[in-house]
């Protein structure tokens, strides 16, 4: 079992930058792909970004590349999640999530774990 707890959300303006970061426990990440989604209200949940588990690998959408970026520390058990030159669309719940095995899924049911949920608000 793997506990996933978000933080780093807020409220910032268009072109301000967020640092969202996930602090896992209960076991090692050891061999688990981790990633980011959002979900904004009347939304469905939508893929960011994810990183395979040596963090060689990554894959964002399409709406997110060159702005933002998924790292890892594996001997912190966390993950991050730099986002710069935020935009109003990029508002939304950001949620941290966790895939044992290789592959670096878009879909949301392709991952095991999830995390409560941070909220990030950029204002235009």
């Known amino acids: 079992q793997v506990q996933l707890v978000e933080s780093g959300g807020g409220l910032v303006q268009a072109g301000g930058s967020l640092r969202l970061s996930c602090a896992a426990s209960?076991?090692?990440?050891?061999?688990?792909?981790m990633g980011w989604f959002r979900q904004a209200p009347g939304k469905e949940r939508e893929f960011v970004a994810a990183?395979?588990?040596?963090?060689?690998?990554?894959n964002y959408a399409d709406s997110v590349k060159g702005r933002f970026a998924i790292s890892r520390d594996n001997a912190k058990n966390t993950v991050y999640l730099q986002m710069d030159s935020l935009k109003p669309e990029d508002t939304a719940v950001y949620y941290c999530?966790?895939?044992?095995?290789?592959?670096?899924?878009?879909?949301?049911?392709?991952?095991?774990?999830w995390g409560q949920g941070t909220q990030v608000t950029v204002s235009s």
């Open positions: 990183i395979s588990w040596i963090g060689s690998s990554t």
């Open positions: 209960g076991r090692s990440l050891s061999g688990y792909t």
């Open positions: 999530t966790s895939r044992l095995g290789a592959g670096l899924a878009d879909s949301w049911s392709r991952y095991n774990y």
